[in-house]
């Protein structure tokens, strides 16, 4: 049998380790890109629950796709719900998710006539169009790591169980969209437009310069 060379263990370490490290880094990195997405989110929505947590992440997954179908009816949900608010957030835009390839935008900026309707309607359909889509057994698997890393550091959260026991048996049915909690609803009275990270760069660039979200 030909004996192997001794450096040969040696040599395969010095090629393998910088990619170990790399991905580690790299998986370290997403880690904490995550912690810093559940903190800062829980910092504007204290009253978040996991449910709530669930749509932040899968909405910068999946952006309007899958609520825009028809742009009339877009229109006008969009002239209704505006007609109908009573309070709105203090925000004006919002970075979704730990890749921040969608935001949300507050209708508020419409309401106070800074944003043209038709502006962001225009922008709201093209996201939906253009933008990055995931697929059922991506996000699945992406849930389960956000989910880990959400245990982790924020365990306390109302209701967590009961949400993450209802959110695994909806997964489990193929199916992966929520609402917003009743308790995030009648906290915040959430009313917002969900656009890509380009056209947001493009409207806040227009209508609102160095304006702190």
């Known amino acids: 049998?030909?004996?192997?060379?001794?450096?040969?263990?040696?040599?395969a370490l010095v090629i393998l380790l910088p990619l170990l490290l790399?991905?580690?880094?790299?998986?370290?990195?997403?880690?904490?890109?995550?912690?810093?997405?559940?903190?800062?989110?829980?910092?504007?929505h204290p009253a978040s629950t996991l449910t709530d947590l669930y749509k932040f992440f899968f909405q910068d997954a999946f952006g309007p796709a899958h609520i825009i179908s028809d742009p009339d009816a877009a229109k006008y949900y969009l002239v209704h719900e505006l007609a109908a608010a009573t309070r709105f957030e203090d925000y004006t835009w919002q970075a979704l998710g730990y890749k921040q390839q969608?935001?949300?935008?507050?209708?508020?900026?419409?309401?106070?006539?800074?944003l043209p309707l038709d502006t962001l309607l225009k922008a709201l359909i093209e996201s939906a169009d253009s933008g990055p889509q995931s697929d059922i057994e991506?996000?699945?698997?992406?849930w389960s790591k956000i989910l880990a890393v959400i245990?982790?550091?924020?365990?306390?959260?109302?209701?967590?169980?009961?949400?993450?026991?209802?959110?695994?048996?909806?997964?489990?049915?193929g199916?992966?969209?929520?609402?917003h909690s009743s308790l995030y609803t009648e906290t915040y009275e959430p009313h917002y437009r969900i656009i890509t990270r380009d056209r947001f760069l493009d409207l806040q660039k227009k209508y609102f310069g160095d304006t702190d979200r």
Request: with cysteine.
């Open 1 to 11: 049998m030909e004996r192997i060379p001794k450096y040969s263990f040696i040599s």
């Open 151 to 173: 245990e982790r550091i924020a365990p306390d959260l109302p209701n967590f169980q009961e949400d993450k026991n209802s959110i695994a048996d909806l997964l489990a049915q």
């Open 22 to 44: 790399f991905h580690a880094n790299c998986g370290s990195n997403e880690v904490s890109r995550i912690e810093a997405a559940v903190s800062s989110e829980l910092r504007l």
């Open 175 to 179: 199916d992966y969209i929520v609402h």
């Open 102 to 114: 969608y935001y949300r935008m507050n209708l508020a900026a419409v309401r106070n006539g800074i």
């Open 138 to 142: 991506t996000w699945k698997a992406e």
